[in-house]
């Protein structure tokens, strides 16, 4: 079984530019995740879809943060204008179940904002 | 909050030792759920524990819930080097997921 797909590893930008990260998860797993890990942190829930609709979205930082998903598999999750205090590891994760049971994550996004 | 929150913050025990860590929380839960993170490494969903059970075994773990404490225990015995990684609960229910701080265990060879 593929496991839940996250680009780019790495990306290094300067504060106010923009970033997009892409998450592919598990096939069939309704249920798609961003979280965002500050280092040392555990990782804080951002956003959280069921199909293609937004269950919880209410620690998204909306005045820069916005995340879809499209057709209800691939999700994007887009910062802009970028803040240093945005630096951290995007965590995105898939589950088959609809009640936030056993999450699937891929090996996230390390952003540096500069 | 229903963030779950463990003890220690961190763990340094010797190669075949046993490593124990505790999670408290505040909420209601259906179940609580503990997670794995290897350094530079996604999560990965180790075991799942529902409200109505004591206790659970997978391999080398064991998981205890006191749902009147609002706590839970994960133990691993006999460690071994793989096993170094930080280690997080997840109180949960339909509605949300919340991941504490984490443990971070250090297995010394």
């Known amino acids: 079984e593929a496991g839940v797909a996250q680009s780019p590893r790495y990306k290094i930008i300067e504060k106010r530019q923009s970033v997009a990260f892409w998450c592919n998860p598990i096939s069939g797993h309704a249920t798609l995740y961003w979280y965002q890990q500050i280092l040392g942190q555990g990782p804080k829930l951002l956003i959280q879809?069921?199909?293609?609709?937004?269950?919880?979205d209410s620690q998204l930082p909306k005045d820069r943060f916005s995340a879809e998903r499209l057709k209800g598999v691939d999700s994007t999750l887009k910062i802009q204008p970028a803040k240093l205090e945005d630096s951290a590891v995007y965590l995105c994760?898939?589950?088959?179940?609809?009640?936030?049971?056993?999450?699937?994550f891929g090996s996230g996004t390390q952003l540096s904002v500069l | 909050s229903q963030q779950g929150e463990e003890d220690p913050q961190a763990l340094s025990i010797q190669e075949g030792e046993n490593a124990t860590m505790n999670c408290s929380y505040k909420?209601?839960?259906?179940?609580l759920q503990w997670y794995r993170q290897n350094s530079g490494r996604g999560l990965v969903h180790l075991i799942l524990?529902?409200?109505?059970?004591r206790e659970k075994h997978s391999g080398r773990l064991r998981v205890t819930l006191d749902t009147s404490k609002k706590s839970s225990s994960l133990l691993i015995t006999a460690s071994r080097a793989a096993d170094t990684a930080s280690y997080f609960c997840?109180?949960?229910?339909?509605?949300?997921?919340?991941f504490g701080a984490g443990t971070t265990v250090t297995v010394r060879a």
């Open positions: 997840a109180p949960g229910n339909d509605y949300k997921l919340s």
């Open positions: 879809f069921q199909n293609n609709g937004v269950v919880d």
């Open positions: 909420t209601s839960i259906n179940n």
């Open positions: 994760a898939s589950s088959l179940s609809t009640t936030n049971e056993k999450l699937f």
């Open positions: 524990i529902r409200s109505n059970e």
